[in-house]
């Protein structure tokens, strides 16, 4: 083994967390060397630690057997999502060589969208029949692996979920008695093409040690841990807050940059054209422009607070929407208080800003009386556009989430087209209708 392998190997026996996120920042040729250098219980470290994207790749570069031997050391949740990402033929290759039992639940898992329950349980769930008696219950649990042991569901023959048994009832029973009568028919479960988000609620509000995920057809296939459910509403989080800004959701902070430019480039395009139409706006104006060089050092920051109140509203409609506080038959309640919110907000506003401007003559030691006209155009053009930005904040999420579209994406690029068309439209057409006020 070369010196840097070795070192490489010392660090993760000591720090394997450390040592993987150090290993994640090498340029990928860099990782793909050292990688088929490491004994196979360090691939496995590194593996299960990298993101499956990564951890596909390493799989992509070791032999079949020996990457069937990392595989098989995984958890099949984890084992899934990076079989995921590998290319059918090397997929089908690993599948083949790993036991049969194994190969059978990662293709079934496979089977999920990556943001599905499904794709976060995990199969190996323990549970009884209901036909046992407690004797028989007792003696399946001291027979079953630990790992596998959450709760205590109870089904039928054909692994529909009846319910769940309690340890108490099960030790105060009588031996000989059937199962099925402590069984307790009120069990909370959740399908397993439900969303990771609603798994992430569900877990958040139920604070159980495991949800049970069942198919459409009621039969018990697996169950969410709280560690995977909270990691999926992390991740669905920052996924989000990417898309918001116009970045991709699979993007991470070392990814190539043909991945970078491809989900950034189209949204940095229309956010382009949005900017010519704000510009177009400002070009129907040019001559007042001409007339009043100071409406073009106040423009922007009547533009900028219509940002920001815009942003504030596209923020806390995000979040309800997140986390289902707004529901079917409320939004026309949050639009209005948004609505409300933004032209008091601006109403304040507006009057500083036109103090401001009264004033700003003085400031800069102008010699003539401060523009009575200047000021009364910056103040209404600011409860104009801070009104409409934070409508357009409450509404913009609420339609794409609507039409079936997700309601972050690339909702600030929108927002940013509404508040400065708005903004300079406003600002500049009472500059023109009051041209003859301001005195400047």
Excluded at 127 to 135: F, W
Excluded at 170 to 182: M, Q
Excluded at 374 to 383: P, R
Aim: one cysteine or more.
């Amino acid at each position: 083994m070369k010196p840097i392998e070795s070192l490489l190997s010392t660090f993760l026996e000591v720090h394997p967390d450390e040592a993987t996120k150090a290993f994640a920042a090498l340029y990928e040729e860099d990782q793909l060397r050292l990688f088929t250098g490491l004994p196979i219980e360090l691939c496995v470290s590194i593996i299960e630690r990298c993101t499956p994207l990564v951890s596909a790749k390493l799989l992509g570069v070791m032999e079949a057997e020996k990457a069937a031997d990392a595989l098989r050391e995984l958890e099949p949740r984890v084992a899934s999502s990076i079989v995921h990402f590998l290319t059918d033929e090397k997929r089908e290759e690993l599948l083949s060589a790993l036991p049969r039992e194994m190969a059978q639940q990662l293709r079934e898992l496979a089977k999920y969208g990556g943001e599905t329950a499904g794709a976060i349980m995990d199969p190996r769930v323990f549970c009884l029949m209901e036909d046992m008696t407690i004797q028989e219950a007792v003696a399946a649990i001291k027979n079953a692996p630990r790992e596998n042991l959450y709760y205590l569901y109870v089904t039928k023959r054909t692994r529909e979920l009846m319910g769940v048994l309690t340890i108490r009832d099960l030790l105060l029973a009588d031996e000989n008695e059937p199962i099925s009568k402590y069984v307790r028919t009120r069990v909370m479960s959740i399908t397993d093409t439900a969303s990771t988000e609603e798994v992430f609620d569900v877990m958040l509000d139920s604070r159980f040690v495991a949800l049970p995920v069942v198919d459409y057809g009621g039969r018990l296939v697996g169950v969410v841990q709280p560690a995977e459910a909270m990691q999926a509403g992390q991740e669905e989080a920052f996924e989000d807050l990417q898309k918001i800004v116009g970045a991709g959701s699979d993007e991470r902070a070392l990814s190539p940059i043909g991945v970078v430019v491809k989900s950034r480039l189209p949204w940095l395009l229309v956010n382009l054209v949005t900017a010519f139409l704000a510009a177009a706006v400002v070009g129907v104006f040019e001559d007042t422009i001409a007339q009043v060089a100071a409406l073009a050092v106040l423009l922007p920051v009547v533009a900028g607070q219509g940002g920001n109140s815009g942003a504030q509203s596209l923020a806390v409609v995000m979040r309800g929407l997140a986390l289902r506080e707004i529901i079917p038959g409320v939004g026309h309640r949050v639009v209005l208080k948004e609505l409300l919110a933004g032209l008091v907000n601006g109403l304040t506003t507006a009057l500083v800003t036109a103090v401001c401007v009264f004033a700003w003559r003085s400031w800069v030691g102008e010699p003539l009386p401060p523009s009575v006209g200047l000021a009364c155009v910056a103040g209404a053009a600011m409860i104009v556009n801070m009104s409409a930005a934070a409508l357009a904040g409450a509404i913009i999420p609420l339609v794409l989430e609507r039409i079936g579209r997700d309601p972050a994406q690339s909702a600030s690029i929108f927002l940013t087209t509404v508040t400065d068309i708005v903004g300079f439209a406003s600002f500049l057409g009472f500059a023109k209708l009051l041209l003859a006020m301001i005195d400047w």
